[in-house]
């Protein structure tokens, strides 16, 4: 049973910086895992994604201030976000898909960040 499990979510201030943990469990290898966020309102946007090689990809709306990150070893992808304003309030996805086995998602973890 695949498994993705969020870590790292909660309140902080605008300006301020959280870290963002993924823990995986039954799959292995994936192509591509990435976070998602889903703000009260609106349709969930892709934050950002990382290869297994390491290549990424991010949102326009946080390039320069999020990183992704993953260590295959331990099968964890992290999101560090820095610089934080309202507008990243939102609950953010693990997300992890692998070529023919399929596309899986945590539960979501909650972001706030107070003006």
């Known amino acids: 049973q695949v498994q993705l499990v969020e870590s790292g979510g909660g309140l902080v201030q605008a300006g301020g910086t959280l870290r963002l943990a993924c823990a995986a469990s039954?799959?292995?290898?994936?192509?591509?895992m990435g976070w998602h966020r889903q703000a009260p309102g609106k349709q969930r946007e892709l934050v950002a994604s990382i290869t297994r090689s390491g290549l990424t990809n991010y949102a326009d709306s946080v390039k320069g201030r999020f990183t992704i990150t993953r260590d295959n070893a331990k099968n964890m992808v992290y999101l560090q976000m820095n610089s934080l304003n309202a507008q990243d309030t939102a609950v953010y996805y693990c997300n992890a898909y692998k070529w023919l086995q399929g596309d899986y998602w945590g539960q979501g973890t909650q972001v706030t960040v107070s003006s």
């Open positions: 039954g799959i292995f290898n994936t192509d591509i």
